[in-house]
C-alpha cells in the first residue's frame, strides 16, 4: 500500500457560529445580561415568557448585529422580521424562540481567512447569512445519587445572539480554527462580543462531510452536525476526528449524501472522540412562522452608512497597514493584530518612537507578551509605557546597552514601573569610558600570554576569552568594543 | 329607578355631582351580583372588600378635593383574560385555575388610574376560544334574557354581567367576534378597537395578530368613555400605534353629515335568519331617515373569511398556547403518579420484550408535557391547538397558512377599496339569535359558521361595534354591526350614538327572577 500525503477526499467543512452581543440589557425585554448572576434573578414577565407578557425589540442589540454584518461585507435588507422557532424545552420557557428565518437581518457575505505559517492559501470564507436571535435558559442536570434533579437558569433567556452561518467552503480543520480566530478578532475590535467560549458567549456547531475521491468522480457522504466543541482546539481536534471516522464509514458502508438522514454527533473531550447523540428528540418540525408581536424591522441607507462608518480600522486592514508602515512581516503583523486594538496602539506609539518597527515587534513579541502572559493582564496594565521602552530600545540600538543587558534592564523596569536610566544606574550600568577600556585590553593582553599566542596563530575565537574576563571586570563594558580593542592591541604588541 | 338600572354616564353625573358615592353604587351592583350571578354566571371572581375598599379611596379623594379619574368610581368588570397583579388570572382554564401574574395588564393599569373600581373578573370561553362560553372549564355563562340560551362568547360573562345590570361597564376581547356577538346577543352594545389602539400588554395571547381588548355597555356613549381611558400607544406592546386618542365622549353627539353606509352582498345571503334580517333592515332605514345615503358593497373575499379565520387564529394560537407544558407556570399534572404510570409501563415492555414499545416510551419529560397539556387543556383549546400544528407543519405550511395569509390580505384589500366609496359598513352581528345551551357544542364547524359577518373585522385588522337593534319574537336581543376604517372609531361611536338617539333597544332591561338560594 502507498502512501499518499493527500488523503484521498476533500473535507467539506460549514460552520454555524452563535455569539452573545455586548449590550446591557436582553434583546426584548429591560433584564441585564451581565454573566455570573444567582440563578433566576435576571428575569422578568417577558423573558420568562410569562402568560400576556410582550417583546419589545432591543435597538441597541440591532445596531451591534448590524455592525458585525457590515463588518462580514454582508448584503443589508432594507426589511427584516422576525419568525417563531417552535419547539418544547424546559430552558425555553415561551415554547418558542423568537429568531430569523426566511428574512435575516443580513446574507452574503465573507470573511478572508489567511495563515502566516503557509497551512493553506488565503481565501474568502462566504458567509451565507447572520441573524438574531434571543438565546434559551441553562439546564442544569443534577443526576447524582440515582435522583435526576434537573434545574433551569432563565438569566440567559433573551440574551441577544448573532447566528452567523457560513458557506461550506472550509477544506480542513485548520481553516475552520483560523476562521474562528479571525471571526473572534474581527468582533472583538467591533466591541460586538466578547466571543468568550468559557461563558458561552461564542458558540459553534460544524456541519461536516466528505467529498471522497472515486475513478467516477467525488462522492459526497452524508453531512453530520458536530456539536458540543468547547474550545477553538476542540473544534479541530473534533473535525480531525471526524474526517478520519467519516473516512472509514465511507469504506466500510458505501453510504452517500442522502442515504441516511442527517446525523448529530457530539464531541467528547475525554475520549477525543465523537459519539451519535439520540436523533429522536432532535429531529425537529419547527413550524417557523412570522412572530405577530413584533413588527418588521426596516433599516435606512443613511443607518447602514453611519453604522459603516463608525466600524473603525478592521484587523485585515490593519495587518496590511503594520507591514506596509513598519516593515514587518506578516507573521508580525498577525501576532500583533491577532493581540487585540490596545497592542497594536502600543506597537505603533512604540515604533513611531523608537523609530525601528521591526525591533518594536521583536521587544513585544519576546518580552512584553511574555509578561502579560505570565501575569495574565492586558497591555492595559502593562506597567511600562510605550515611551520608556522606546528609550529603552533606542539605548541598545545606539550601543549602550547590549540586547541581553537590556532586557535584564527591561525586567527592572516591569518590576518596579521605574524608567531604563534610574534601572541602569541601580544595576550599575554607566557608560564605558573607551580609554579606560583600551588600558583594561592592555592588561589582559598582558595577563594572558596563551591568549594572545592563539590569537597570533590565527586562532580569532580565542579573543572570547578576553571578553568573558573583561565582562567580569566590568560588567558594563561593550562585549564587541572588547573585541574590537584587543584585535587592534594586539598589532602594537 | 334603582342605580343598577342607570347607565355609565348617568352614573358618573350622579357621582360628580355628589347625589351619590362609588361606595353606594358599588355595594348596589355588588348586591345584584349576589342576586343574580348564581343564575347567571356571569363572574369567574368578584372582590367585594376590594371592590369596596377602592370605592371608598376614591371617594375619599373626591370628599377632599382631589383629582378624579375619568371613570371616577365607576364599577368595571374585567374578562379574566386580562392579567391582574397578584390576583388570578385564569382564562376560564385548569391551566391557570392557581397563576397569579407577578403584574398588571396595561389596560387594568389604565383603568386603575383612571379610578375605575375593579368588581371581579368575567368568565369566557376557555382561553378566549368559542363563541358561546360553554368552552369555560369552570361552568357556563346564561343569557339573561333567557337561562337557557348562550349569551355568545367568548367574552360572555363579560356581555352578561352588562345585560343582567350587574356592572355598568365591562372590558372584552374580541379575536374574531368575541366581543361584537355576546354585545348582540345579550342586547347590549361592544366595541373591536383597530388592531394596535388598545395595548395588548398582559392580555393572555390566543391569536396575537388578531385580539384586541375593547369595551362593553348598555349605550355607545359609555363605550365611548371606557374606550377613552383603555386606548393609547405603549411602548411595551411593539403592534400598539402611536396615534393620539380622540376624546370620544366630546364629540360623540356632533352630526354626521352625509353619512355613507355599504351594505354587503354578501352577508344578506342564504343562512341568515328572517327576523335577525328584518331587525337590521329596520335598523338601516332608521340611519336612511336620518339622512344617511345606504348602497350595496360587495366584499369579494368575505366567503373565505371564516376559513382563513379558522387557518390563522389556531396557528397562532398552537404556539402562543405552547408555554403552557407544567414547567414554569400554570398547571402541572401529579409528578408521582406520572413517574409511577411511566415504570409501570416501562416494566410491562420489557417483560413482554417489546424492543419497538420501549423506543416509543416517552421519557419523561415529554411525558411531563403530554400529561399536562392533556388534563389541564379543555377538548375546544385542544382541538385548535392541533389544527394550527397540522397547518404549520412542514410540507402543509405553504397549502394552509401561507395561503391564508395571502387571503387575508385579499380580504384586507376588499375593505379598502369598499371604504373608497362608503363611510361604514353595517349588515349583521351574528346569523341568528341566542341559541340554546348544547345545541352546537357537538358540531365545532357550525359554531365556527356562526362567526361569519364577524371574523373578518379581525382579519383586516379594522374596527366594529355591534349595537343592539331589535329583538326575536321569543324576547331575544338582536344585533347591528358597524365597521369603520382604521381608526375611526369616533365615526363608529358617533354613528352608534345618533342611532340609539332614535331608538331604545338599547334601554330594554330583561327580567331577571331572584335566585332561590
Known sequence: MTHSADPPYDLVIGLEVHVQLLTESKMFCACSTKFGAPPNTQTCPVCIGMPGSLPVMNRKAFELALKAALALECEIPRMTKWDRKNYYYPDLPKGYQISQYDLPMSRHGGLVISDPKGRFETKRIGILRAHLEEDAGKSMHDEQAGKADSRID????????????????????????????????????????????????????????????????????????VKNMNSFRAVERALAYEAQRQYEAWRETGRRLGDVPKQTRGWDESRQATFEQRSKEESSDYRYFPEPDLVPVTVTDEEVERVRASLGELPARLRARLEATYGITPYDSDVLVNQGRALVDYFVALADRCGDGKAAANWIQQDVLRTLNDRQIGIEHFPVSAEALADLIQKVRGGQLETSRGREVLAGMIETGKPADEIMAAMGIRPVDDADLRDLCRELLRANPKIVADLKGGRLKAVGGLVGQAKKRNPNVNPSRVQQLCLELIQEL | MSLTDLTATALLAKLASGDVTSAAITEAF????????????????????????????????????????????????????????????????????????????????????????????????????????????????????????????????????????????????????????????????????????????????????????????????????????????????????????????????????????????????????????????????????????????????????????????????????????????????????????????????????????????????????????????????????????????????????????????????????????????????????????????????????????????????????????????????????????????????????????????????????????
Open chain 1, 154 to 225: 432563565l438569566n440567559r433567556a433573551g440574551t441577544p445572539l448573532l447566528e452567523i452561518v457560513t458557506e461550506p467552503d472550509l477544506r480542513s480543520p485548520a481553516e475552520a480554527k483560523a476562521f474562528l480566530t479571525e471571526l473572534k478578532l474581527l468582533l472583538n475590535y467591533l466591541g460586538v462580543s466578547d466571543c468568550n467560549m468559557q461563558e458561552g458567549s461564542l458558540r459553534v456547531d460544524a456541519n461536516v462531510n466528505l467529498h471522497v475521491h472515486t475513478p467516477q468522480g467525488p462522492v459526497p457522504t452524508p453531512i453530520v452536525e
Open chain 2, 30 to 517: 355588588l348586591r345584584r351580583i349576589e342576586l343574580h350571578d348564581g343564575q347567571v354566571g356571569a363572574f369567574l371572581r368578584v372582590d367585594r372588600e376590594s371592590a369596596l375598599a377602592q370605592a371608598e379611596a376614591i371617594d375619599r379623594k373626591r370628599r377632599g378635593g382631589d383629582p378624579v379619574g375619568r371613570l371616577g368610581g365607576l364599577p368595571v368588570a374585567v374578562k379574566d383574560v386580562l392579567c391582574t397583579r397578584g390576583e388570578p388570572t385564569t382564562c376560564a382554564s385548569r391551566m391557570l385555575e392557581s397563576f397569579r401574574p407577578p403584574y398588571d395588564a396595561t389596560v387594568i393599569s389604565r383603568l386603575k388610574a383612571a379610578d375605575a373600581v375593579l368588581v371581579g373578573k368575567t368568565n369566557m370561553d376557555e382561553f378566549a376560544m368559542g363563541g358561546s362560553t360553554e368552552n369555560s372549564a369552570f361552568r357556563p355563562t346564561r343569557n339573561p334574557w333567557d337561562l337557557t340560551r348562550i349569551p355568545g362568547g367568548s367574552s360572555g360573562g363579560a356581555a352578561a354581567c352588562v345585560a343582567a345590570s350587574m356592572s355598568p361597564l365591562s372590558v372584552g376581547s374580541d379575536t374574531g367576534g368575541s366581543i361584537r356577538e355576546p354585545a348582540a346577543l345579550c342586547g347590549i352594545t361592544g366595541l373591536k378597537p383597530t388592531y394596535g389602539r388598545v395595548s395588548r400588554y398582559g392580555l393572555v395571547a390566543f391569536a396575537s395578530s388578531l385580539d384586541q381588548i375593547g369595551p362593553l355597555a348598555w349605550t355607545a356613549e359609555d363605550a365611548a368613555l371606557l374606550l377613552e381611558v383603555l386606548a393609547g400607544y405603549d411602548p411595551a406592546d411593539s403592534t400598539s400605534v402611536n396615534l393620539p386618542v380622540p376624546r370620544y365622549t366630546e364629540t360623540l353627539g356632533q352630526p354626521l353629515e352625509n353619512l355613507r353606509i355599504g351594505l354587503v352582498r354578501e352577508h344578506f345571503d342564504q343562512g341568515l335568519d328572517g327576523e335577525v334580517e328584518a331587525a337590521v333592515r329596520e335598523a338601516i332605514r332608521v340611519f336612511e331617515s336620518l339622512g344617511a345615503a345606504v348602497r350595496w358593497i360587495s366584499l369579494p373575499h368575505s366567503k373565505y373569511a371564516v376559513a382563513t379565520y379558522y387557518i390563522i387564529a389556531p396557528c397562532e394560537a398552537s404556539s402562543n398556547l405552547a408555554r403552557y407544558d407544567g414547567v414554569h407556570f400554570g398547571y402541572r399534572t401529579d409528578q408521582r403518579a406520572m413517574v409511577a404510570e411511566l415504570e409501570a409501563q416501562r416494566k410491562c415492555l420489557e417483560q413482554a420484550g417489546d424492543e419497538a414499545g420501549l423506543d416509543a416510551l416517552d421519557n419523561a419529560l415529554v411525558r411531563l408535557y403530554r400529561k399536562t397539556r392533556s388534563e389541564g387543556f379543555g377538548p375546544e383549546v385542544k382541538r385548535r391547538i392541533m389544527l394550527g400544528t397540522y397547518a404549520l407543519s412542514a410540507g402543509y405550511y405553504d397549502a394552509y397558512y401561507l395561503k391564508a395569509l395571502k387571503v387575508r390580505r385579499l380580504v384586507r384589500d376588499d375593505f379598502d377599496r369598499a371604504f373608497g366609496e362608503v363611510d361604514l359598513i353595517a349588515g349583521p352581528v351574528t346569523p341568528t339569535p341566542a341559541f340554546p345551551l348544547g345545541a352546537k357544542i357537538d358540531d365545532p364547524l357550525a359554531m365556527y359558521l356562526f362567526d361569519l359577518y364577524t371574523v373578518s373585522t379581525n382579519l383586516a385588522g379594522i374596527a366594529g361595534i355591534s349595537v343592539p337593534c331589535g329583538f326575536s319574537r321569543g324576547g331575544l336581543p338582536i344585533g347591528l354591526h358597524l365597521q369603520s376604517p382604521p381608526f375611526e372609531e369616533e365615526r363608529l361611536l358617533r354613528a352608534a350614538h345618533r342611532f340609539q338617539q332614535a331608538t331604545d333597544w338599547h334601554r330594554r332591561r330583561p327580567r331577571l327572577a331572584a335566585d332561590v338560594a
